[in-house]
């Protein structure tokens, strides 16, 4: 269709093949792009950007900071954008508590949409060490809730060994942020689903089915926890009796029951511990998507107890009675069945055990044998702090084995200039091995796995990891390359 004058986020969202034609927008402007697409110096990767804004691309590909691109672009400009977005599905049913749900990007891959759930194609998360925020996934069990910052506020109990204590610290975003020293962490978080869809292959589980990407690494800023805890009046001699920390999100269902989780009282008091009532991501203030105002970053642990939208942190003798952290998030043996599951035998899951994967180049892609060669890229991260030390790659199905260079930034690094604190390695490190292509062989099966400073590794194969729910899915990631003649 011909764009008007003025053009809104849906009409742009809905061309985003060369068949409805290929819109992008930048600044103010709408751009018709379908005919440049095949003339790309960058090649199909343009897509990525179809149907929504280019700015998040170019911050990562900054070959784009050029006049002669803008110029190229300005070629194509067919309307004037009109930064809003008009959801008929919405206003036709301002019932729906989804309604008050943020935008998104669209380059998200939606595993679903009520509630969102969402991650970002893999060659995005090699791309930049620091994940952006758009493009990091998200992963809501309820509607994202609107939190008034002004009005809100945080409360903090701590309830004596027989739940006695009364009285609770109350605190407000301002105190938050001006009455406690602001620490910044960057560290990984990891759904426990991530890779379930391998899991799902192997044989089939419940849950939603996550690729490689419900992973992702932020710098997030905010007030310690162990000096809030301290501030409500937390003391070391309540370690007698006090073995959980549990926090309680303001996102609720119909019946009005909210998202909870706990994590052992150690890590939340810890100093090394580094659990963070954060308020900012990446540099910005926390997105809706990602716990606005306030959420919990507790690092090197699975992602569900990283609370978002906090409103209650309660230490207590007992884990959070949440169904997630009661029966949800926990992991099985093969042999266990949706018959004979009983959740009360299993602890909750908190450290992740070690991870990698590929993500570039993607499963099923074409490489041309007039390259000589090809680069591999992937992730790899371990729960507690465990460094990650080495990443094998294998280009032959795991028969023989080549050493992957380790990045934990995206400037060229000095041998140990940035290693963390042993135990404290609470950020991925992303990979890169280039190879040439073997001569023998038309199909590359690529393969990597990571070890930490533990010296623990990923199981090779599935299914004796397999468990019903899909979770801590973590055996060698495996991709096959095609090589054209
Ligand atoms: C390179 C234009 C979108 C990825 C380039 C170059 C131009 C260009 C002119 C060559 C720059 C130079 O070498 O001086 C555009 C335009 C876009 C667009 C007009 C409008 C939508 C994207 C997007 C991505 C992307 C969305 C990624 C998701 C790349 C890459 C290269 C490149 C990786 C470098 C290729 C190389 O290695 O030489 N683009 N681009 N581009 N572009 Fe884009
Ligand atoms: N906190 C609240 N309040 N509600 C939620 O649904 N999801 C949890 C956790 N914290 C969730 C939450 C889960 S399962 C994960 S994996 C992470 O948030 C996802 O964080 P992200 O959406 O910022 O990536």
Excluded at 182 to 189: E, F, Q
Excluded at 190 to 211: E, F, I, P, T, Y
Excluded at 400 to 409: D, H
């Amino acid at each position: 269709s011909a764009p008007s004058t003025l053009t809104g986020k849906d009409e742009v969202s809905r061309h985003r093949t060369l068949q409805d034609g290929v819109w992008v927008t930048f600044k103010g402007g709408v751009y018709d792009i379908t005919e440049f697409v095949a003339m790309h110096p960058g090649g199909d990767k343009i897509m990525l950007a179809a149907g929504g804004a280019v700015e998040p691309f170019w911050a990562l590909y900054a070959v784009h900071n050029q006049d002669h691109v803008l110029e190229i672009l300005s070629e194509y400009k067919v309307s004037v954008y009109l930064n809003i977005s008009f959801d008929y599905a919405r206003s036709l049913n301002p019932s729906d508590p989804f309604s008050s749900d943020p935008e998104r990007h669209p380059v998200l891959r939606i595993n679903n949409l009520k509630p969102f759930n969402a991650e970002p194609p893999p060659e995005i998360l090699s791309e930049s060490y620091i994940t952006p925020n758009v493009f990091f996934f998200k992963r809501n069990h309820l509607p994202v809730p609107r939190i008034d910052p002004e009005s809100y506020k945080l409360t903090v109990e701590i309830q004596g060994p027989n739940r006695e204590r009364g009285g609770a610290l109350s605190l407000s975003l301002d105190d938050l942020k001006n009455k406690f020293p602001k620490h910044t962490v960057t560290a990984t978080i990891q759904c426990a689903g991530n890779r379930r869809s391998d899991m799902h292959k192997a044989k089939q589980v419940k849950g939603l089915n996550w690729g490689i990407g419900a992973i992702g690494n932020g710098t997030w800023s905010g007030a310690k926890l162990r000096d809030v805890l301290l501030a409500a009046g937390y003391s070391p001699d309540d370690a007698n009796w006090a073995r959980h920390v549990q926090f309680e999100g303001l996102d609720q269902d119909v019946a009005g029951t909210t998202y909870g989780a706990s994590i052992p009282l150690r890590k939340a008091i810890s100093e090394d511990g580094d659990c963070l009532l954060a308020y900012e991501m990446n540099g910005e203030e926390l997105p809706l998507d990602h716990g606005f105002p306030i959420r919990v970053i507790v690092p090197g642990t699975v992602g569900a107890r990283n609370v978002k939208w906090l409103g209650k942190i309660i230490v207590s003798d007992v884990e959070s009675s949440s169904h997630w952290q009661q029966n949800d998030y926990k992991g099985f043996s093969p042999s266990t069945d949706w018959d004979t599951v009983d959740y009360k035998t299993a602890p909750a899951i908190q450290e992740l055990p070690i991870q990698s994967a590929i993500t570039v180049p993607a499963d099923g892609a074409i490489v041309d044998r007039s390259d000589e060669e090809v680069t591999l890229k992937g992730y790899a991260w371990s729960g507690g702090g465990r460094e990650v030390v080495r990443v094998d790659v294998s280009i032959d199905g795991g028969k023989t084995w080549k050493i992957a260079q380790l990045k934990s930034s995206d400037k060229e690094q000095t041998a140990g200039a940035m290693a963390p604190p042993p135990g404290q390695a609470w950020a991925w490190k992303l990979w890169e091995l280039t190879v040439p292509l073997p001569a023998d062989t038309e199909e590359m099966e690529v393969v990597c796995k990571a070890v930490d400073s533990s010296y623990n590794m990923q199981p090779d194969s599935i299914l004796p990891i397999w468990n019903l729910r899909g979770v801590l899915s973590n055996a060698w990631h495996r991709v096959k390359v095609k090589i054209q003649e």
